[in-house]
């Protein structure tokens, strides 16, 4: 029993189906293709370029994808044929298992898209040898960046596959001082009010957001649709956008200091 044990420690594989095909991959593999690596700081380059005459625009939210691929293509096909979408942020969960292989057909997917992308990472993207992939593969974890007088948080949120608490602190001081933007948008995996996290966590998430006029924070994790309003009182409006399960994704309609979204069902 022990050697067989050893056996399947030192050898284990995952057979996956997807687009019609089998692919059998380790766990353990974890070498990013040299031309799939750094796709944050190409893409944040790309967004650079992006000129807006009007504090108007839009960007997509996606989130969840783990093995639905063929959901992804249809997805990104249709923002591809909008002029209005300028960016993508992508919600966490590239990848179901963490296996490289997943990462990388995420990876060809999205190089199909003609607007750049950023993304978070989430906590299916923590299994295996995940973190490492997406630190070759993408970037930093947490991160921000600038655009039309709008601040972007993009925070790693995960606790339990990270065997860590989020940075809180890095959070806090990442949003201090934003009083000269329009608006500031958080993007996390996992939204605030999850029980994910304990209360005091929770609670000072939230605090954090709130004592920081944070307009809007969109998350994955939870596969379905929520929303809570915070405009009418001055507070953070919190979103969820639903998984790919179903070819879904959100448009975030930035107009000056205020927002609007809708949900796309294709």
Same mark, same amino acid.
């Given at each position: 029993m022990k050697f067989l044990k050893i056996i399947v420690l030192t050898a284990i594989t995952i057979t996956f189906t997807t687009c019609d095909n089998f692919f059998e991959y380790s766990v353990y593999e974890a070498s990013v293709k040299s031309a799939q690596k750094n796709t944050t700081d190409k893409n944040l380059k790309l967004l650079e370029n992006i000129k807006v005459d009007s504090q108007d625009f839009k960007f997509a939210f996606i989130t969840d994808v783990h093995y639905y691929y063929d959901n992804l293509k249809t997805v990104i096909d249709d923002i591809n044929k909008r002029d209005d979408i300028l960016f993508v942020i992508f919600g966490g969960d590239i990848a179901d298992q963490a296996l490289l292989k997943e990462y990388e057909i995420f990876h060809d997917i999205m190089s199909t898209l003609k607007k750049p992308y950023l993304t978070v990472i989430g906590n299916h993207d923590y299994n295996s040898n995940g973190s490492i992939i997406y630190k070759e593969m993408f970037g930093d974890y947490n991160y921000s960046f600038e655009f039309n007088n709008n601040k972007?948080? +993009? #925070?790693? *949120?995960?606790?339990?596959?990270? &065997?860590?608490? %989020? *940075?809180?602190?890095? +959070? /806090?001081?990442?949003? /201090?001082? !934003?009083?000269? #933007?329009?608006?500031? =948008?958080?993007?996390?995996?996992?939204?605030?009010?999850?029980?994910? #996290?304990?209360? $005091?966590?929770?609670?000072?998430?939230? /605090?954090?957001?709130?004592? &920081?006029?944070?307009?809007?924070?969109?998350?994955?994790? !939870?596969?379905? =649709?929520?929303?809570?309003?915070?405009?009418?009182?001055?507070?953070? /409006?919190? +979103?969820?956008?639903?998984?790919?399960?179903? %070819? $879904?994704?959100?448009?975030?309609?930035?107009?000056?200091?205020? #927002?609007? =979204?809708?949900?796309?069902? +294709?």
């Open positions: 972007f948080v +993009l #925070f790693d *949120d995960i606790i339990w596959e990270s &065997n860590k608490d %989020p *940075d809180f602190d890095w +959070l /806090s001081l990442e949003l /201090s001082d !934003n009083a000269k #933007f329009n608006q500031v =948008f958080v993007f996390a995996h996992i939204p605030p009010s999850s029980t994910d #996290f304990s209360d $005091e966590m929770r609670e000072t998430y939230k /605090s954090i957001m709130t004592d &920081n006029n944070v307009s809007l924070s969109v998350n994955g994790h !939870n596969h379905s =649709f929520f929303y809570e309003d915070g405009k009418a009182d001055g507070k953070v /409006s919190y +979103l969820t956008v639903p998984a790919l399960k179903n %070819p $879904e994704y959100g448009i975030i309609d930035v107009q000056g200091e205020t #927002f609007n =979204f809708e949900i796309i069902e +294709l």
